[in-house]
């Protein structure tokens, strides 16, 4: 452990706040590994003055890194990118060990950081801008996208390095500057994250500042970030409730927005699929990350005449489950992140019960040290009963039983959220119906693959109470920056569009 920690620049104790030096004199927290309970080293969070220096630097630093040119930008992240490769090892390690998902993913994790990097190269030299025609005579209309500020990037524990290098690649070739607020659940890995951009940044002779980081609880630095005009786009990964609050507090502002908010992702089995393809799907989808993933499979809405069947297959897999210490190749789950998540599934579980859903296997505490590891768990439900609308984060999966194919659509498209969707089937016509304007309303619509695990070339985000943000690839690139249309006139006289006259 200490080894992880001391290649990655951590100590035992660790200030939590950066903007070109390193400080942090507010109250410390320790932080704990649910693998087995035991501290892994304490981090001093910022206090609200901090805060305010810190921004102000990172805010300064965007008055020069807007100016360096964008393949040059691209040029830093590259070698970003080029470190996370050195480091990838340990910070797989310090994923698993701070939030506890299991190596292979916490590999998958850092792999995905690397990959957005390399994206974000080749984007620095493709930011384009479009040209129109202009309905006046020798005129010429054009858009072109300029930086747009400091980026606050406030990130949830369950990816706590991916969504920060999602954005933080895209931000810098766009030429912004980026204030990094993580989730409290995981400071350690945001402090190691931290310092490889502070050791390319200064590498390269620029302000470190560029990428800074403020720790704190979210409710006094988070709501500082919600509030403060310099930070002119604040990207927002967490749940529902927390969307909410931020986005009614930068929208008065009218600061720029992107939520990234909570999902319940559902897949549709359909009589015609490949049944061993779903029932590999559905069970990463569920288990996966300990059924901690924003794309976790939470719904399984099964045709009628395979229910019974695929549910006892279903069944006989998950109780092969290997749950355990998830830094073992041997264990295919590892720990919720705390024992409060480990107390809202458990409640979440009696609630559905009371509404009906009867649970057919799973959804036990067991006993470790550190009281963090469950029994993954299934219940039955007729349709999207009130529990199943809400997002539960954990390995709590819902089987329910469709008779059309049109009313599996609207079990699929029946709750508020509107993040990642599947279908299992190898009927053209339900695929391409299921991908029509009739079909799923979800930013993520998979066909024969699982709700989970998407790939950075896509734009990722949903819709409805998802928030409707998109980060990652694609043109996602576009909420970074500032659109400015232009007319250039080289007629040698003055003429109004709409052919407004002006007779003087
Ligand atoms: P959370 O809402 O508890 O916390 C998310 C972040 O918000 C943390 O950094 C927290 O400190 C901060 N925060 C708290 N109060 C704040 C405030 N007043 N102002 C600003 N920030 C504040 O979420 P979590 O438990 O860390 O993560 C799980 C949730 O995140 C789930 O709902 C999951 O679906 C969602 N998530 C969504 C995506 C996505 O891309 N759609 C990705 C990952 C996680």
């Known amino acids: 452990m200490d080894q992880v920690l001391n290649s990655l620049g951590l100590s035992k104790s660790n200030p939590g706040g950066f903007a070109g030096a390193?400080?942090?004199?507010?109250?410390?927290?320790?932080?704990?590994?649910?693998?087995?309970?035991?501290?892994?080293?304490?981090?001093?969070?910022?206090?609200?003055?901090?805060?305010?220096?810190?921004?102000?630097?990172?805010?300064?630093?965007?008055?020069?890194?807007?100016?360096?040119?964008?393949?040059?930008?691209?040029?830093v992240v590259k070698a970003i990118g080029d470190e996370l490769r050195r480091?990838?090892?340990?910070l797989a390690e310090l994923v698993t060990?701070?939030?506890?998902?299991?190596?292979?993913?916490?590999?998958?994790?850092?792999?995905?950081?690397?990959?957005?990097?390399?994206?974000?190269?080749?984007?620095?030299?493709?930011?384009?801008?479009?040209?129109?025609?202009?309905?006046?005579?020798?005129?010429?209309?054009?858009?072109?996208?300029?930086?747009?500020?400091?980026?606050?990037?406030?990130?949830?524990?369950?990816?706590?390095?991916?969504?920060?290098?999602?954005?933080?690649?895209?931000?810098?070739?766009?030429?912004?500057?980026?204030?990094?607020?993580?989730?409290?659940?995981?400071?350690?890995?945001?402090?190691?994250?931290?310092?490889?951009?502070?050791?390319?940044?200064r590498d390269f002779g620029f302000d470190p500042a560029i990428c800074s980081l403020a720790i704190g609880r979210g409710s006094d630095i988070g709501d500082l970030i919600n509030t403060d005009p310099r930070v002119a786009l604040v990207s927002y990964t967490g749940s529902v409730p927390g969307g909410r609050h931020v986005g009614r507090l930068v929208q008065e502002r009218f600061g720029r927005l992107i939520l990234e908010l909570g999902g319940n992702n559902a897949v549709i089995v359909s009589e015609k699929g490949d049944l061993d393809i779903a029932l590999r799907a559905i069970y990463f989808g569920a288990i996966g990350t300990s059924g901690q993933r924003c794309t976790s499979t939470r719904r399984v809405i099964l045709h009628e005449s395979i229910y019974a069947a695929f549910t006892e297959r279903l069944q006989a897999l998950y109780r092969k489950t290997t749950i355990?210490?998830?830094?073992?190749?041997?264990?295919?789950?590892?720990?919720?992140?705390?024992?409060?998540?480990?107390?809202?599934?458990?409640?979440?579980?009696?609630?559905?019960?009371?509404?009906?859903?009867?649970?057919?296997?799973?959804?036990?505490?067991?006993?470790?040290?550190?009281?963090?590891?469950v029994t993954p768990c299934i219940v039955e439900v007729d349709g999207n009963i009130p529990?199943?609308?809400?997002?539960?984060?954990?390995?709590?999966?819902?089987?329910?039983?469709?008779?059309?194919?049109?009313?599996?659509?609207?079990?699929?498209?029946?709750?508020?959220?509107?993040?990642s969707s599947a279908i299992i089937t190898n009927d053209q016509r339900e695929s391409e119906l299921f991908l029509s304007a009739a079909g799923s309303d979800c930013g993520i619509a998979n066909v024969n693959t699982g709700t989970s695990g998407a790939e950075i070339g896509g734009a990722f985000g949903?819709?409805?109470?998802?928030?409707?943000?998109?980060?990652?690839?694609?043109?996602?690139?576009?909420?970074?920056?500032?659109?400015?249309?232009?007319?250039?006139?080289?007629?040698?006289?003055?003429?109004?569009?709409?052919?407004?006259?002006?007779?003087?």
Request: one cysteine or more; aromatic letters at 6%.
């Open 22 to 75: 390193w400080l942090g004199s507010g109250k410390a927290q320790t932080v704990v590994s649910p693998i087995h309970g035991e501290p892994l080293a304490t981090v001093a969070n910022v206090t609200p003055q901090e805060f305010d220096a810190i921004l102000e630097k990172c805010h300064l630093a965007y008055a020069t890194w807007k100016l360096v040119p964008a393949p040059k930008r691209g040029e």
């Open 87 to 90: 480091h990838k090892g340990a």
């Open 97 to 201: 060990l701070e939030m506890g998902k299991t190596l292979r993913e916490g590999l998958g994790e850092v792999q995905e950081m690397i990959d957005i990097c390399d994206f974000a190269v080749g984007l620095s030299r493709q930011m384009y801008g479009l040209t129109m025609p202009s309905e006046r005579k020798q005129h010429r209309l054009q858009e072109q996208w300029h930086p747009l500020g400091v980026v606050g990037v406030i990130t949830a524990f369950n990816f706590p390095v991916a969504v920060w290098s999602w954005n933080t690649a895209l931000a810098l070739v766009c030429g912004d500057t980026v204030l990094w607020k993580p989730s409290s659940k995981t400071p350690l890995t945001a402090i190691a994250c931290t310092k490889i951009a502070e050791k390319v940044l």
């Open 324 to 373: 355990g210490n998830p830094r073992l190749d041997e264990n295919l789950m590892g720990p919720l992140v705390d024992a409060g998540a480990v107390d809202t599934m458990l409640e979440a579980i009696e609630k559905v019960k009371a509404e009906g859903g009867r649970v057919l296997l799973g959804g036990e505490r067991l006993q470790r040290p550190g009281g963090c590891y």
């Open 387 to 419: 529990m199943v609308k809400e997002e539960t984060f954990a390995p709590v999966l819902y089987l329910m039983k469709y008779r059309t194919f049109e009313e599996a659509i609207a079990l699929q498209n029946g709750v508020p959220q509107g993040l």
């Open 462 to 504: 949903g819709e409805k109470e998802t928030g409707g943000g998109r980060e990652s690839g694609s043109d996602a690139w576009k909420a970074y920056m500032r659109r400015q249309t232009t007319a250039i006139n080289f007629s040698g006289r003055v003429e109004l569009a709409q052919g407004i006259t002006l007779e003087l």
